[in-house]
C-alpha cells in the first residue's frame, strides 16, 4: 500500500501542477479563460504550499534531509520514491514554483493551442520540482527526463521562426547530457556496495572513498584513468550542457531567442539552475577527488563563461539574445564558486543561482513585454521609450541594475560573495573575472540608453505602458531584487547548513 | 510415468485451436464466397481468443508432450505475446488502406498458420522441431509479405524474403546438422550434457572434456545456426531483407513480421542459449559462452549503430520503422550477449516494451495512410492539431521508442544497461547510450511533421476507426502505465527465464 498513503507534502507541491495539467486536458479547447484560470491555480496553489514549507515546517538550523518520504517503487531494483529537501534545494524550488506563478500570466498572449501549452506548462513545473526533491538518483533522472519532451513542444510549437532548428538542438544536447548521466547512474549503482540510488548513501560512500569502480573495474582503472575521473567527466558533461558551461553553450541562445516569453522566463530562471543544483547534489559529491582535482579547471571555465559570455553579449543587436548572453556569462560566477570550494565562495554561488533566477526571468519578462508591443527585439531601433512608458522603465531599470550588480540590489551580494570567497584559492581568476563585470556593467548601461534614453522613436509614440497583467508577473520578482540584495539572510540562513554539510562531504 | 497421447493433445491445445481457426476462416470464406471480410476476421479473432484461454488454463507445471514439445511458462509468455500481437494484426487489417477486398480467408489462414509456426518455435529445444516450426512461419511469412497481389513493391518484398529466408535457413540447418554428428541427439539439452561430459581421446586415451575436444567444431555449428536466428531477428549483417520487405508488404504484415515473427524468434533463440550453454556446464562449455558473448555483443552494437544512421535518413514511414526495428533487434542482443538470466530477463523484458511501442507506431502508419494516401513523413505536415488523440499517442510512442522516462522503452533499455554492464559489456552500454541520442533525431522528425510544421489542407482529416483509435488509446496507457509500474512483467519475466536455465 506503502505509495499513496505516504503521499506528504513535498509530493504534492510535484504533483499538484500534473493534476493541473490532466484537469486541463479535461476542459474543451475553447475554454481558454477556464484552461488559464486551472494553470494559474494549480501554480499558485504549489507555491503557497512552498512557501508555507520553506516558513513552517522547515528547520533551518540542520543541515541534513528533511521532510523525507520513502517509498518503494520498484521492488527488487533497489528504485525507492524518495523526497526530501535541504537549505541547498528548498529556495530552489521556492524559486521554482514562483517562476512558473509569473509566467502563468505572462502565457496569457498565447492564442495557438492554448490547451496543450497549459497542459505542457504545468508538466514541465513537475518535472523541475521532482529534480529538486529527488533524493534517489533513479527518481531524480526521470523527473531529469521528465522536462525534455514538454520543453521541446514549448519551443517547437509556440516559439519563433528558427523553432524547428532550436526545439531539436535544446533536445538533442540535452539528450546527449542525459544519456551521460545514465551510463555513469548505471556504474553508480553497480559499483555501490551495497548497489543503492539513494543519494545520501551514495554520498556517504563516496566521502569514504569506497566509489573506486573496483567492483566494476580492474583496479578501478579504465584506460589509465581512474573510475572516479570517468564518473565526474560523465556527470559533468552532463550537468555543464543544462548550465550551460563553455563550450556546450550554444543551445542557450537558440533556444532563448526562439521560445516565447515566459519559457524563456522558465528557462533562464529555473532550468540552467538545475545544472548547478545537480553539480552539487551528485557529480561533485559522488567524485570528490576527481573534483578536487578538477579545480583549476573547473575555475578556468568558470573565468570563460564570464568573460567570453559578457564580451558576446556586448556584440548582440537583439535585446533576448544579450539577456541570453549575459545568462552565460552570470552561470560562470556560480561555477567559479563551486570550483573555489569555500564556505564564501559556495554560498556566494548558491545565492548567485537565485539571485540570477530572479533577475534574469525579470529581465527576459521586460524584452517581452517589448516585443509584444513593436514585434522586434531589435536595440538599436528602440530609443526614448522611457518618455511614453514611465512604469515600464522603472521596472527595467530595477531588473538591468539587479542583474549587472549594483550595490544593494540582490546581484550584488551573490557576485561579491562568489568572486571574494573565490580570491583565497584563486586571485588570478578573480582579477580577470572582474573584466566580466566591468563588461556587463558597460553593456547593460549602452542597453538603457539606446532603448530608454534619447530622443523618442516616433514610431513608438503611441506604445501604452506596462499592463496590470505584466505588473503581476514582474512585482514579484521586483520586491525579491530589491529583498534579496538587502536582507540576503533570508536565503542565507536557510543555505547554510545544508552547505557546511555539503563542503564536509568535499572535505579530504 | 510416460503421457498419455490424450494428455500430450491436451498440451497443445493453443496450437491445435489456432490451426483449427486457420482451416475455419478458409472455408468459411469459401462458402461465403468471399463476400464476408468482416465475419472472417472475426473468426480469426474468436480463434486467437479462445487460444489465448487455452493458454491461460493451462496447468502451469512444465511437461513435454510428443517427446518434443516443451509446455512450460516461458513458452507461455511468448505465445501470449504472439496471440495478442496476432489479436492487433487482425484488427489492422480491418482497418490498412492497402488489404485486398479479396482473399481475406486465405490472409487470416496464412496469419494464423504463421502464428502456429511461432507458437512451435518458442516452445521446442528439439533441433527438429525448430526447424519445422521455422519453416512453417516462414512459408506463411514469405506468401503473407506478397498479399498486395497489383502491388509490384509488394510481389518484390515477398521474393527477397524467400530469397533472403531460404538462404539462411540453409546454412542455419548445415550448422544444426554438425551438432547433431557431434552429439547423436536432437535435443539441446542432452546436447549440453554430452558436451560438458569426459571422453577418452580417440589417439591418446586421455580423458577430456568434450566440449575442448570438439570445440571448433561446435563453434562452428553455433554461429552457423546463429544466422538463421540473426535473419529471422533481423540483426545485422542478416538484416539486408528487412527494410524492402517492410515497406512493400501491407502493413498489417509489416506489423505481424516486425513484432510477432521477430519476438518468436529471440524466444526460440534465448531457449536454445540456454539449453546449450547452461551456466555451469563445464569449463570448455564456459569459456566458449564468453566467446559467444562477446560475438553477440558485437552483432547488438552493428546491428543498433546501423539500424539507426540508417533510419536518419528515411522519408517513408515504413522504412524508417523496419530500420528502427533492426535497431531495437540490436537493443535487444544486449541482453542475449551477457549469456545469463539477469540478461534474458533484459531481453525477455524489452520484447514486451517493443510491443507496446511499435504496435502503437505501426497503428499510427495505418491510420496516417487512410488520411494521407502514403507513407511519408512529409505529408504528415501539421496533422497533429487536427488529429489530436492519435498524434498525442504517437508521441508516447515515440519517446518510448527513443527511451525517454517515463516510458517502458526507457526502463528495458535501463535494465538492458544494467544487465549487460554487470556482465561486463560496460562498452556496449556505452555504444547503447550513443545509440539512443542518435534515434531521437529521426524519431521526432515524425513529431516535428505532425505538430512544429504549419497544417496542410490538402490532408483530409477522418476519426480514426474506434476500434483503431482505443486500441491506440490502450497501448499508450500500457507505455506509460508499464513503464512506471513495471513490477509486474518483470515478475512474468524472471520466472519465465528461470524455468528455461
Given at each position: ?508 | ?90 484488427l489492422f487489417a480491418a482497418s490498412a488502406r492497402e488489404m485486398p477486398r479479396h482473399g481475406a480467408g486465405e490472409f487470416y489462414f496464412l496469419l494464423l ?30 506468401v503473407l509479405a506478397g498479399f498486395a497481389k497489383g502491388d509490384r513493391r509488394s510481389a518484390e518484398a515477398a521474393l527477397k524474403y524467400l530469397v533472403f ?337
Amino acid at each position: 500500500m506503502g505509495w499513496l498513503s505516504s503521499i506528504d507534502v513535498l509530493s504534492w507541491i510535484v504533483f499538484l501542477p500534473t493534476f493541473g495539467a490532466l484537469a486541463i486536458l479535461l476542459l474543451p479547447s475553447a475554454a481558454k479563460r477556464a484552461i488559464q484560470r486551472v494553470a494559474f491555480g494549480a501554480a499558485l496553489l504549489a507555491f503557497a504550499l512552498n512557501l508555507w514549507v520553506y516558513l513552517v515546517p522547515f528547520d533551518r538550523t540542520k543541515g541534513a534531509m528533511q521532510l523525507v518520504t520513502e517509498a518503494n517503487w520498484i521492488p527488487g531494483f533497489d528504485i525507492f520514491y524518495r523526497v526530501g529537501v535541504d537549505g541547498i534545494s528548498l529556495p530552489l524550488l521556492l524559486l521554482n514554483t514562483l517562476l512558473f506563478v509569473c509566467a502563468v500570466p505572462a502565457s496569457f498572449t498565447i492564442e495557438k493551442g492554448v490547451k496543450g501549452y497549459f497542459a505542457l506548462f504545468l508538466l514541465l513545473e513537475t518535472g523541475v520540482s521532482g529534480v529538486f526533491v529527488s533524493l534517489d538518483f533513479f527518481l531524480f533522472y526521470v523527473f531529469w527526463e521528465v522536462m525534455l519532451l514538454p520543453m521541446y513542444f514549448l519551443i517547437g510549437v509556440w516559439g519563433g521562426p528558427r523553432r524547428e532548428y532550436a526545439a531539436i538542438k535544446f533536445f538533442l544536447y540535452t539528450l546527449v547530457g542525459s544519456v551521460l548521466m545514465l551510463v555513469a547512474l548505471v556504474a553508480v549503482y553497480l559499483d555501490a556496495q551495497p548497489h543503492t540510488f539513494s543519494i545520501p548513501k551514495l554520498q556517504e560512500l563516496a566521502q569514504r572513498g569506497a566509489l573506486d569502480g573496483r567492483h566494476l573495474l580492474e583496479n578501478g582503472i579504465l584506460l589509465g584513468l581512474p573510475f572516479q575521473t570517468w564518473l565526474f567527466a560523465f556527470l559533468f558533461i552532463g550537468f555543464a550542457i543544462k548550465v550551460p558551461v563553455f563550450p556546450f553553450h550554444t543551445w542557450l541562445p537558440d533556444a532563448h531567442v526562439e521560445a516565447p516569453t515566459p519559457i524563456s522566463v522558465i528557462l533562464a530562471g529555473i532550468l540552467l539552475k538545475l545544472g548547478g543544483y545537480g553539480m552539487l547534489r551528485i557529480n561533485f559529491p559522488l567524485a570528490p577527488q576527481a573534483f578536487h582535482d578538477a579545480g583549476t579547471f573547473l575555475a578556468v571555465l568558470g573565468v570563460i563563461n564570464i568573460v567570453y559570455g559578457a564580451f558576446v553579449a556586448m556584440a548582440q543587436t537583439d535585446f533576448k539574445k544579450l539577456v541570453a548572453y549575459s545568462s552565460v556569462s552570470h552561470m560562470g560566477y556560480m561555477l567559479l564558486g563551486f570550483a573555489a570550494c569555500t564556505t564564501w565562495s559556495v554560498n556566494g554561488a548558491m545565492l548567485q543561482m537565485l539571485t540570477h533566477g530572479v533577475s534574469s526571468a525579470m529581465l527576459f519578462l521586460i524584452v517581452g513585454v517589448v516585443y509584444d508591443r513593436a514585434h522586434h527585439r531589435e536595440i538599436a531601433k528602440f530609443g526614448g521609450l522611457s518618455q511614453r512608458m514611465p512604469l515600464y522603465f522603472g521596472l527595467s531599470t530595477l531588473g538591468i541594475f539587479t542583474s549587472l550588480g549594483l550595490p544593494g540590489l540582490a546581484g550584488f551580494v551573490s557576485e561579491a560573495m562568489a568572486l571574494a570567497g573565490s580570491y583565497e584559492r584563486f586571485p588570478t581568476f578573480v582579477m580577470i573575472s572582474v573584466i566580466g563585470v566591468v563588461i556587463t556593467a558597460a553593456f547593460f548601461l549602452w542597453t538603457i540608453q539606446r532603448v530608454f534614453l534619447g530622443p523618442l522613436n516616433e514610431k513608438y509614440a503611441t506604445l501604452p505602458d506596462i499592463s496590470a497583467r505584466e505588473v503581476v508577473s514582474q512585482a514579484p520578482l521586483a520586491v525579491l531584487c530589491v529583498a534579496l540584495g538587502i536582507f540576503p539572510v533570508i536565503v542565507l540562513n536557510w543555505q547554510g547548513p545544508a552547505i557546511a554539510e555539503f563542503l564536509r562531504l568535499l572535505a579530504r | 510415468m510416460p503421457s498419455t497421447y490424450a494428455e500430450d493433445l491436451a498440451r497443445i491445445l493453443p496450437e491445435t485451436v489456432l490451426a483449427l481457426g486457420a482451416c475455419a476462416a478458409l472455408v468459411a470464406d469459401l462458402l461465403w464466397r468471399g463476400r464476408e471480410t468482416r465475419r472472417v476476421g472475426w473468426i480469426a479473432l474468436a480463434s486467437i481468443a479462445a487460444s489465448l484461454l487455452a493458454l491461460l488454463r493451462q496447468d502451469p507445471a512444465p511437461a513435454i508432450a510428443f517427446g518434443m514439445v516443451t509446455v512450460d511458462g516461458f513458452g507461455a509468455l511468448f505465445k501470449v505475446f504472439v496471440a495478442a500481437t496476432l489479436a492487433v494484426v487482425v484488427l489492422f487489417a480491418a482497418s490498412a488502406r492497402e488489404m485486398p477486398r479479396h482473399g481475406a480467408g486465405e490472409f487470416y489462414f496464412l496469419l494464423l498458420s504463421a502464428g502456429v509456426g511461432a507458437f512451435f518455435l518458442v516452445s521446442t529445444t528439439n533441433l527438429l522441431l525448430l526447424v519445422l516450426s521455422l519453416e512453417t512461419l516462414g512459408l506463411a511469412s514469405y506468401v503473407l509479405a506478397g498479399f498486395a497481389k497489383g502491388d509490384r513493391r509488394s510481389a518484390e518484398a515477398a521474393l527477397k524474403y524467400l530469397v533472403f529466408g531460404a538462404a539462411a535457413t540453409g546454412v542455419m540447418l548445415f550448422g544444426l546438422s554438425i551438432l547433431f554428428g557431434l552429439t547423436g541427439t536432437l535435443e539441446a539439452r542432452e546436447m549440453a550434457g554430452i558436451l560438458a561430459g569426459k571422453a577418452a581421446d580417440p589417439a591418446t586415451g586421455i580423458a577430456l572434456d568434450r566440449f575442448r575436444a570438439a570445440g571448433p567444431a561446435v563453434a562452428i555449428a553455433v554461429v552457423l545456426a546463429l544466422v538463421g536466428f540473426g535473419y529471422k531477428v533481423s540483426a545485422v549483417p542478416f538484416h539486408w531483407w528487412a527494410p524492402d520487405v517492410y515497406e512493400g508488404a501491407p502493413t498489417p504484415v509489416t506489423t505481424f513480421l516486425a513484432v510477432a515473427s521477430k519476438g518468436a524468434a529471440f524466444g526460440a533463440l534465448l531457449r536454445f542459449g540456454a539449453a546449450l550453454l547452461p551456466p555451469g556446464g563445464g569449463e570448455g562449455a564456459t569459456a566458449f559462452s564468453g566467446k559467444l558473448g562477446h560475438l553477440l555483443a558485437l552483432l547488438s552494437a552493428l546491428t543498433m549503430t546501423f539500424g539507426n544512421l540508417a533510419a536518419v535518413r528515411q522519408n517513408n514511414l515504413k522504412r524508417l520503422l523496419a530500420y528502427s526495428s533492426i535497431a531495437h533487434a540490436g537493443y535487444t542482443l544486449m541482453g542475449v550477449a551477457a549469456m545469463n538470466p539477469a540478461g534474458f530477463e533484459a531481453s525477455v523484458f524489452y520484447l514486451f516494451a517493443y510491443y507496446f511501442m511499435n504496435l502503437g507506431a505501426f497503428g499510427a502508419v495505418i491510420y496516417y495512410a487512410r488520411s494521407t494516401g502514403n507513407e511519408d513523413i512529409g505529408s504528415l505536415r501539421g496533422l497533429g492539431w487536427r488529429a489530436p488523440f492519435v498524434s498525442v499517442c504517437v508521441v508516447v510512442f515515440l519517446i518510448s521508442l527513443v527511451g525517454i522516462p517515463p516510458s517502458i522503452g526507457f526502463f528495458g533499455k535501463y535494465y538492458l544497461f544494467m544487465a549487460a554492464w554487470d556482465s561486463g559489456l560496460g562498452w556496449l552500454t556505452v555504444v547503447a547510450a550513443a545509440n539512443a541520442v542518435v534515434s531521437l533525431f529521426y524519431y521526432f522528425r515524425i513529431a516535428k511533421a505532425l505538430y512544429l510544421v504549419p497544417e496542410s489542407e490538402a490532408v483530409a482529416y477522418h476519426r480514426p476507426v474506434p476500434a483503431l483509435a482505443a486500441l491506440l488509446g490502450l497501448l499508450t496507457v500500457g507505455t506509460v502505465g508499464l513503464g512506471l509500474f513495471p513490477k509486474s512483467i518483470l515478475a512474468a519475466c524472471a520466472e519465465s527465464v528461470r524455468l528455461i536455465f
